[in-house]
Structures are given as structure tokens and as C-alpha cells.
């Protein structure tokens, strides 16, 4: 299995970008999606999550600008983030539970892909 993540790059503030991760290989199902990120000098952060189920979650910092989506048949998920912020700048990677080729549930990380918030 493997996560590839893209869609970052460099925005100004205010602006707008979509992040996308995909999953690909044996895969059965996906339970829970995850965005996470880390910022130059922070620790890894939770950003936001879904389950299989549709329902999500948010660090307190992004509600209401980010909004995490999933593609069920394309084992991808989203992350659309509005209203950016300089210190939204950070390198994101996505998180996947996912029932392979041995009928066990692993969970797999993506590359990270990177956002810098920057007039």
C-alpha cells in the first residue's frame, strides 16, 4: 500500500489551497483519515480526521477554515483549507487505516507535502 500525498505549495495569506492523498495497492477498506502537521521546531499535530462513517474532527486552530472529505471509492481524502494563515506553514502528511493484502488493519502514513503561508 501506499499514500501519496500532493497540493501544497506556497500561498499568501488569506489564500486557499486542496490537499490531496491517495492510497493505492490491496486494499479492502479504510476506517479513519487523518491530516496531520508539523511545523519547523513543533511537534507533529493532529489537524483533522473522518472516520468511515463521515464524522470529523478539528484542531481548534483550524475549524472553520479547513474542511477534511473522503472519496470512498478512491480510497482518497481531502483536506480544503481557507483562509490561511501564516502559521499554518508546516509540512502535512495524511493518515490512513486500511485493510490490505493480509486481512489486517495497518496504519499507513503518506509523504508529506508542504505549505508555506507567505506574503
Known amino acids: 500500500v501506499q499514500l501519496q500525498a500532493s497540493g501544497g505549495g506556497l500561498v499568501q495569506p488569506g489564500g486557499s489551497l486542496r490537499l490531496s492523498c491517495a492510497a493505492s495497492?490491496?486494499?479492502?477498506?479504510?476506517?479513519?483519515m487523518r491530516w496531520y502537521r508539523q511545523a519547523p521546531g513543533k511537534q507533529r499535530e493532529l489537524v483533522a480526521a473522518?472516520?468511515?462513517?463521515?464524522?470529523?474532527n478539528y484542531a481548534d486552530s483550524v475549524k472553520r477554515r479547513f474542511a477534511i472529505s473522503r472519496d470512498n471509492a478512491n480510497n482518497t481524502v481531502y483536506l480544503q483549507m481557507e483562509s490561511l494563515k501564516p502559521e499554518d506553514t508546516a509540512v502535512y502528511s495524511c493518515?490512513?487505516?486500511?485493510?490490505?493484502?493480509?486481512?489486517?488493519?495497518?496504519?499507513?502514513w503518506g509523504q508529506g507535502t508542504e505549505v508555506t503561508v507567505s506574503s
Open positions: 473522518i472516520t468511515s462513517g463521515g464524522y470529523t
Open positions: 493518515n490512513v487505516e486500511i485493510l490490505g493484502r493480509w486481512r489486517q488493519w495497518n496504519t499507513h
Open positions: 495497492g490491496t486494499i479492502f477498506s479504510t476506517r479513519s
